[in-house]
């Protein structure tokens, strides 16, 4: 009974290493693969995955912004925006994006302009 279970022991501990290994071997050829679509999506001029997914590669129209300083913007209106900047960049530029919607959307609103204003992550 011994021999079974050391056999089996033996053969379970091949087959997830055996699976880690492929699994590792997934992940490179994942990586590789996204990076090339990412190249040749670039090469091409198309959108983003996620905006293409949002809006299709139709006929409309759409203007991007990009956020250039969302670091300085933040410091502009409050003090506590610079130890935040260091501590959560992430946090602290999500919430200079959104106030930025909020601000766009008031503000196109006012002038009669109906928009869709979302934010979207890019790499």
């Keep these: ?64 912004i990009e956020i250039l300083n969302p670091f300085e913007l933040a410091e502009s209106s409050t003090s506590l925006a610079r130890p935040l900047s260091a501590v959560t960049p992430d946090l602290l530029r999500g919430l200079v994006y959104q106030r930025a919607v909020t601000m766009f959307r008031e503000r196109s609103s006012e002038y009669g302009v109906e928009a869709d204003v979302q934010v979207h992550r890019a790499d």
């Design 1 to 64: 009974m011994a021999i079974i279970g050391v056999v089996l022991l033996v053969v379970g501990l091949a087959l997830i290493g055996f699976t880690t290994i492929e699994l590792l071997r997934l992940r490179r050829t994942a990586r590789r693969l996204d990076d090339e679509v990412r190249e040749a999506a670039a090469r091409a001029g198309a959108l983003p995955p996620d905006l293409v997914e949002a809006l299709g590669a139709g006929g409309r129209r759409v203007i991007a």
